[in-house]
């Protein structure tokens, strides 16, 4: 079994190297393919600037390339003045369309969902993560994607080649 030797003795047992920061990935800022997979939903308990509502914290694998995968939380408060950020992650992995004046959700299609965020960085506790600046509809996705590629150098020419 691929999880043979994964679990420990008990709570008393010696935690090894594998506790060192868990393999946590702090991409730089800027855009990046992703891939939801999870959702969770809760209920917040409200805040100073948010009632109390229901929440989903949708998981974002975000494929930083050579620099690693990063998992992002992305949260998503359900009050009205936050349900452009619910739209913008339902438009961005097309699930919705972009005009769509209202709709409900297609929660059950979110996992496996996949498109381009643009990655920025918060502090909590003297930490810095990684933190969803936006989702980029699949337009300006496909853009981001073609600068990438024309970022990249040609391949030099050899001089047989000419």
Avoid at 10 to 33: M, N, Q, T
Avoid at 63 to 80: I, T
Avoid at 113 to 128: I, R, W, Y
Wanted: charged share 25%; hydrophobic share 40%.
């Amino acid at each position: 079994m691929a999880y043979e030797n994964d679990a420990y003795d008990g709570f008393d047992s010696v935690i090894g190297e594998e506790a060192d920061e868990g393999g946590f990935v702090l991409l730089p800022d800027g855009e990046y393919p992703f891939t939801v997979t999870k959702m969770e939903k809760e209920r917040f308990s409200g805040s100073e600037n948010i009632a109390p509502c229901w929440l989903a914290v949708v998981t974002l694998q975000v494929d930083g390339g050579e620099l690693g995968r990063a998992s992002v939380f992305h949260r998503l408060y359900m009050v009205k003045k936050q349900a452009w950020k619910v739209k913008q992650l339902f438009v961005g992995v097309g699930l919705v369309d972009k005009d769509a004046k209202s709709f409900a959700p297609p929660w059950n299609q979110l996992i496996g969902a996949s498109g381009v965020v643009k990655l920025g960085h918060h502090e909590h506790n003297g930490k810095t993560y990684n933190d969803v600046d936006r989702i980029l509809h699949p337009a300006a996705a496909a853009e981001a994607a073609a600068r990438q590629v024309s970022a990249q150098p040609a391949a030099p020419t050899p001089p047989w080649g000419k």
